[in-house]
Nanobody, 115 residues
Framework: QVQLVESGGGLVQPGGSLRLSCAAS????????MAWYRQAPGKQRELVAD???????NYVSSVKGRFTISRDNAKNTVYLQMDSLKPEDTAVYYC?????????WGQGTQVTVSS
């Protein structure tokens, strides 16, 4: 069983920044690939960025150059630094991992980009 807890969401103006955090339970975090997803109202959940256990990263094209995913294995935490935020980035952001054939999701954190 893996528990994921996100934090760091909030209301920010266009052009602003936020850093999301996702803390994971357990002692095997360093072996997990981790991902951030988001779901806007009326839309399907989409992959935003992911990071392998070795630190390789991947981004959806709409956030490349603006978002950065990183991990701190000593803190069992994955981060999503979001810069140059746009109104279309407004969504609930979820942390996800997969282990032993099961998907684990956090509860989500709301990000609202609005003036």
């Amino acid at each position: 069983q893996v528990q994921l807890v996100e934090s760091g969401g909030g209301l920010v103006q266009p052009g602003g920044s936020l850093r999301l955090s996702c803390a994971a339970s357990g002692s095997l975090f360093r072996l997990y690939a981790m991902a951030w997803y988001r779901q806007a109202p009326g839309k399907q959940r989409e992959l935003v960025a992911d990071i392998t256990s070795g630190g390789n990263t991947n981004y959806v094209s709409s956030v490349k150059g603006r978002f950065t995913i990183s991990r701190d294995n000593a803190k069992n935490t994955v981060y999503l630094q979001m810069d140059s935020l746009k109104p279309e980035d407004t969504a609930v952001y979820y942390c996800k991992t997969q282990w032993s054939g099961r998907n684990y999701w956090g509860q989500g954190t709301q990000v609202t980009v609005s003036s």
